[in-house]
């Protein structure tokens, strides 16, 4: 896989929406099960969602079931994680990943990364 850039962060009062894209290059996105990571100041990353090759499958954290919601168009060579009704404690750099191996959707060791965006939710 290439490369993986994120973009759509941004500041937003809580109650608000984003969307994030990440848009990967190459030619074989479609192999790649993908992630959505989040790392707050002074925590440790975490998944947030993730999604398997065809769409079909996809895991989400305690965190953020109801509210967030990953999607992926292979012919684009992107994902996305839509956030609704979002929370001060959603604040933090988000990053995308991508992972070749056939792996349980919630398992966190992703092997390609982007260099994230910073979502800022404001009360």
């Known amino acids: 896989q290439g490369q993986l850039v994120e973009s759509g962060g941004g500041l937003v009062q809580a109650g608000g929406s984003l969307r994030l894209s990440c848009a990967a290059s190459?030619?074989?996105?479609?192999?790649?099960?993908m992630g959505w990571f989040r790392q707050a100041p002074g925590k440790e990353r975490h998944l947030v969602a993730a999604?398997?090759?065809?769409?079909?499958?996809?895991y989400y954290a305690d965190s953020v079931k109801g509210r967030f919601t990953i999607s992926r168009d292979n012919a684009k060579n992107t994902v996305y994680l839509q956030m609704n009704s979002l929370k001060p404690e959603d604040t933090a750099v988000y990053y995308c990943a991508a992972r070749l191996r056939v792996r349980a959707l919630g398992t966190p060791d992703y092997d390609y990364w982007g260099q994230g965006t910073q979502v800022t939710v404001a009360s």
């Open positions: 999604i398997n090759r065809s769409g079909i499958n996809t």
């Open positions: 190459g030619r074989t996105f479609s192999s790649y099960a």
